[in-house]
């Protein structure tokens, strides 16, 4: 278990508006999903540096893995779902099961083994709240390089010229001035 697991699961558990919205995602009862991406990394680095109010989100990503059923349409069929319970229309949902095809990849084992291929170590990162309330989390490369302000790319995504050109256009540098990319 990483050193940072403890204030990185009190830091969920304390923002009452990241608590609801998995309530609201864990009544879709998708198979195994988590939120992830920026949702989870922008508001870790956010409240590391003591920013009053969260940066304002592009997506919120939700993602889970079944691959049985890889319709798109469903995908679309949930992101509504979520926006009619919360109001907010940037929800995100993909399974991961058939990602791999828009990717070039072969198909991935499991959502571990997805997002494991994910840009950057700092963007795999997820969480998901149980039925019993505990929080699972996963991130393949642990949580230090979100709390050490550490932006590399992940070791299985291998195109580096596009991990160049998205950090130039992402441009977190300048929200987030500790910041040390790789």
Same mark, same amino acid.
């Given at each position: +278990?990483?050193?940072? +697991?403890?204030?990185? *699961?009190? *830091?969920?558990?304390?923002? %009452?508006?990241? +608590?609801k919205d998995l309530s609201i995602i864990r009544e879709l009862k998708l198979p195994d999903w988590y939120v992830a991406a920026g949702y989870i990394r922008n508001y870790i680095w956010d409240t590391l540096h003591e920013f009053p109010d969260r940066t304002p989100l592009n997506d919120i990503d939700v993602i889970y893995f079944d691959p049985n059923i890889i319709d798109? @349409? *469903? #995908?679309? %069929?949930? #992101? =509504?779902?979520?926006?009619?319970a919360t109001g907010l229309t940037i929800w995100s949902v993909k399974n991961q099961a058939r !990602?791999? !095809? =828009?990717?070039?990849? *072969?198909?991935?084992? $499991?959502? %571990?083994? @997805?997002? $494991? =291929?994910w840009p950057e170590t700092v963007t795999a990162v997820g969480v998901r709240l149980e039925e019993d309330d505990s929080i699972t989390v996963l991130s393949p490369y642990g949580l230090e390089d979100i709390f050490e302000y550490r932006v590399r790319r992940s070791p299985k995504f291998k195109d580096e010229a596009y991990y160049r050109a998205r950090m130039n256009k992402k441009n977190w540098i300048s929200i987030w001035s500790r910041l040390e990319i790789d």
């Open positions: +278990m990483t050193r940072y +697991m403890d204030p990185f *699961l009190k *830091l969920i558990r304390t923002n %009452e508006d990241i +608590m798109e @349409a *469903l #995908e679309k %069929e949930y #992101e =509504q779902r979520l926006i009619e !990602i791999h !095809i =828009q990717n070039g990849d *072969l198909p991935y084992l $499991s959502i %571990e083994d @997805a997002v $494991s =291929q």
